[in-house]
């Protein structure tokens, strides 16, 4: 396929959406982090690291959120993820489906609610998924080799699936992400997705951020 379209496919990919001074900024900031933090996996990382959170709050990237959401969004959330051949792994066919906030409340429609990494998650309603977006922003290349991500176009339109469901339309045929490093995929959290296991284990580094123009009830905010 050559052309995707974020609210038709629920998936779409941006070439060369960060140089290569800013991947080697991010590099040098992951690899000097504290070695008590698990560097293939850092979540809040746009408090933890100041490159990662100048990406995120970056004006291409935030005026990008806002035209797909339709008014300037605010951050959800931001993990940094690396497979590495000490920390290869698989995911499962999956919808994201939580959010991190400042505080547990109780909202109509909300849950469970979880706590990771001392912040608050929890599962909200289908309108405010809806409301979010995904940044995937590739710090190296990523095809079939080193577990690159594949979804199922179009799932993002089937609403919150039951595990059933998930193993029914997974069955279809799925595409694959492949991107080189600066590139970006951009999709809907609800779409199918999943990613093997790196054939060839090296550095699969990806900073993932999610944003939202969804206003939330009461006093919560964004965590």
């Known amino acids: ?73 605010q951050i959800v959330r931001v993990i940094f993820f690396d497979k590495t051949p000490e920390k290869n792994w698989l995911v499962t066919w999956h919808q994201d ?41 590739h710090i190296d290349g990523a095809d079939v080799n080193n577990g690159c991500l594949k979804v199922v176009l179009k799932s993002h339109m089937l609403g919150i699936l039951s595990q ?6 997974t069955s279809r045929e799925s595409y694959l992400c492949q991107v080189n490093a600066g590139d970006m995929v951009i999709m809907k959290p609800l779409i199918l997705h999943s990613s093997n296991k790196s054939l060839n284990p090296n550095h699969r580094r990806v900073v993932h951020i999610e944003y939202s123009n969804y206003k939330l009830p009461g006093e919560l905010s964004w965590a």
């Open 164 to 169: 059933k469901k998930i193993e029914n339309i």
């Open 1 to 73: 396929m050559n052309t995707l379209s974020i609210n038709e496919h629920g998936v779409e990919i941006v070439r060369n959406i960060v140089s290569h001074s800013e991947m080697e900024t991010i590099k040098n900031e992951v690899a000097g982090f504290a070695e008590d933090q698990p560097g293939h996996g850092i979540r809040n990382a746009d408090k933890k690291l100041t490159s990662i959170c100048r990406l995120a709050n970056s004006n291409k990237l935030m005026e990008l959120a806002k035209s797909i959401l339709g008014s300037r969004p």
């Open 97 to 137: 489906k939580t959010i991190a906030l400042s505080h547990k409340a109780e909202v109509n429609e909300w849950g469970p609610w979880s706590i990771k990494d001392n912040v608050h998650h929890v599962q909200p309603s289908l309108d405010v998924l809806n409301s979010m977006v995904t940044f995937r922003v």
